[in-house]
């Protein structure tokens, strides 16, 4: 006879998105990585911008926004047509923002391994600068053209989580889904 063990309750953090913390018990699993995917105009960054934003304005979370696809300046710009203040909330410290868009025409060249420790170290300087709890990874996806070999992809996406992991930080990933 085995003995069996009540199930353990994954602790949850917030959204702050109105009907989605219901469906999902009580929002996403604090301290760890989740991933939402998508089609393209499916939401994704409104959404991740509004745990983001949540967080701050509702539970005292500061945040960091990576983006990989838009530039920083689009994106606030974007945003203000909800009335929410990105600008002003980077200006006071509470969301730091990375940008890890490729420059405008930059050719990606592959030659011999890549890794990703620059953009660890570049997230992690954010997430301490402003003491932030949520972290998103806007369009992940953006990356693996730079990642030839589908092991490194892999090897690389679970060295970020855990190295977010470590900092105790919850991370919304958002990724683009082609069908």
Not at 26 to 31: E, M
Not at 94 to 99: G, L, P, T
């Amino acid at each position: 006879m085995t003995a069996t063990h009540p199930p353990m309750e994954l602790t949850k953090l917030p959204t702050g998105i109105i009907g989605f913390d219901q469906i999902a018990n009580g929002g996403i699993p604090k301290g760890r990585s989740t991933l939402m995917s998508g089609t393209a105009g499916s939401g994704k960054t409104v959404m991740a911008l509004q745990f983001l934003l949540a967080g701050v304005r509702d539970y005292d979370e500061n945040g960091v926004f990576v983006t990989f696809e838009e530039a920083p300046s689009d994106l606030m710009q974007n945003v203000r047509s909800f009335g929410w203040d990105l600008e002003g909330l980077v200006s006071s410290k509470k969301i730091a923002v990375v940008d890890a868009t490729p420059e405008p025409g930059e050719e990606i060249v592959a030659t011999g391994s890549y890794d990703l420790s620059a953009l660890l170290a570049r997230i992690e300087n954010g997430i301490r600068s402003v003491q932030a709890k949520r972290v998103i990874l806007d369009a992940i996806g953006a990356l693996f053209p730079q990642l030839t070999d589908p092991n490194i992809v892999r090897r690389e996406l679970h060295r970020i989580a855990a190295g977010l992991r470590q900092l105790g930080v919850t991370t919304l990933v958002t990724m683009e889904r082609t069908d």
